[in-house]
């Protein structure tokens, strides 16, 4: 017999009410504040073409995205990333802008992720794109919305790591290194395999200045004022220069925003530096093991569909964040409920509608149903569905039972109306 657990694929999962509300709390929460910030939310389609992504070196491999043919032939993908699409989307759509746009998202991304090391192949994410706007100013606005969008959740132990692209751009340029060498070197600094990165760089034909600093790069990492001054001792051209330079213009725009403590820099952050061209970051919660947002600067991305625009941004992982908070156990406990269950005979129909009908207009969550011969089916079934009190029709009058405390209320209905007015009962929906 067919297991019911092989209806769902790997890599998605249902989410369930209770855990749904508790989702779409916090991104409201982060929504909010990229609201505060003048970010205008969009949404882009579900799928897309393959070559809009295809075309565009450092990002997502192609391998992980998940394809399929239209009726015309052409492949299409499933989102595998937003902010391909928002580029594609400006580009196409705001050429006589002459200003900067901000927009903000939450919508779900499509991976064929390994699903063994716990990556999901579907998952909600939310996070911000700031274009047409190349100064320091911005890179940290960005970093600072997700240093807040943490923090409004309740979290607090954690760190923003921010590199810079051109730093390790600028020393590859003066190494004569094939970009084969380049992309093993980069990817052995990120795994940090100095045995390894030891071996090739011993291979390498160029000056042991170079040699010395590639090795270094991994090391650079940890708090700012000692990283950047050791970085400085590294610097060996001009693209190096101004990379640093604009490194530290940014973590001296996040200390007035009053985020010293929550920044530590790596300069050995060189993943995907084909893509980003200026100021990166990552954010890590302790004792978590995966990555919970990333970003950056990606000044030509919107150039390759035809429009140049300067842009920064990020995206935070809420599923990676909902594990956090309850590991963490920060995060607010959230049972559905209903307020009111209105039960009315054929007759009474009428109302018992009317009665429900007042009842929503007053915030609070009501159900109701017509009953045959008893209401017991009702009251049995309603600490399974959280319903807080059922409320009969009988004629005029109303037959109310409380479910929590077990007390039994009779009313007219207009009694009932007037009770709830002056106690200025706290309804659920507001």
């Known amino acids: 017999m067919l297991s019911l657990n092989r209806f769902v694929p790997e ?49 997502i491999h192609k391998d992980e995205m998940f394809k399929f043919i239209d009726g015309n032939g052409k492949i ?22 002459s200003g900067y746009l901000k927009f903000s998202y939450a919508t779900n991304i499509f991976r064929i992720n390994d699903e063994q090391n716990g990556e999901r192949r579907e998952f ?32 607090k132990d954690f760190k923003i790591d921010l590199g810079q692209a051109g730093y390790f751009k600028g020393l590859i ?17 990120e795994n940090k395999n100095f045995a ?52 530290k ?35 890590y919660i302790n004792n978590y093991g995966k990555t919970i947002l990333s970003g950056g600067r990606y000044d030509n991305l919107t150039k390759q569909y035809g429009h140049y625009m300067p842009a920064t941004g990020f995206g935070l992982n809420i599923d990676n964040l909902l594990e956090v908070l309850s590991m963490y156990k920060v995060n607010e406990d959230f049972t559905c409920t209903t307020d009111y269950l209105v039960l009315y005979d054929k007759k009474n129909r009428q109302k018992g509608l009317k009665l429900a009908e007042q009842l929503r207009e007053r915030g609070f969550i009501v159900e109701s149903d017509v009953y045959e011969n008893s209401i017991k089916p009702y009251i049995q079934n309603a600490n399974y569905r959280n319903i807080k009190e059922i409320v009969q029709i009988c004629g005029e009058l109303l037959k109310r039972i409380d479910i929590r405390n077990n007390k039994i209320f009779t009313n007219t209905q207009a009694q009932f109306i007037k009770g709830l007015d002056d106690i200025e009962v706290i309804a659920s929906i507001h």
């Open 76 to 97: 299409l993908v499933l989102r595998p990333d937003i902010t391909t699409p928002i580029a594609r989307m400006v580009a196409t759509n705001y050429k006589l802008c």
């Open 249 to 283: 213009c940014v973590y001296d725009i996040l200390k007035n925003y009053g985020y010293e403590d929550e920044i530590s820099i790596d300069l050995g952050m060189i993943h995907h530096i084909n893509y980003y061209t200026g100021v990166i970051f990552k954010g």
């Open 196 to 247: 390894e990165l030891q071996s090739i760089i011993d291979q390498l034909y160029t000056s042991e200045f170079i040699k010395n600093a590639i090795m270094k790069i991994p090391y650079l990492y940890g708090k700012p004022e000692k990283v950047i001054n050791d970085a400085e001792k590294l610097v060996c051209n001009d693209e190096m220069e101004k990379a640093l330079e604009n490194l």
């Open 124 to 155: 909600t994410q939310t996070g911000i794109e700031y274009l047409g706007n190349d100064k320091p100013d911005s890179d940290a606005e960005v970093v600072s919305l997700a240093i807040k969008s943490l923090i409004s959740c309740g979290i």
């Open 11 to 59: 890599g998605v999962e249902d989410t369930h009410c209770n855990m749904y509300e508790i989702k779409e709390n916090i991104i409201m929460k982060i929504k909010k504040i990229f609201k505060s910030f003048g970010y205008r939310q969009i949404l882009t389609p579900t799928f897309e073409y393959y070559d809009l992504f295809s075309g565009v070196e450092g990002t």
């Open 173 to 189: 340029k003066e190494s004569n290194i094939s970009k084969t060498e380049q992309e093993k070197i980069r990817d052995l600094i």
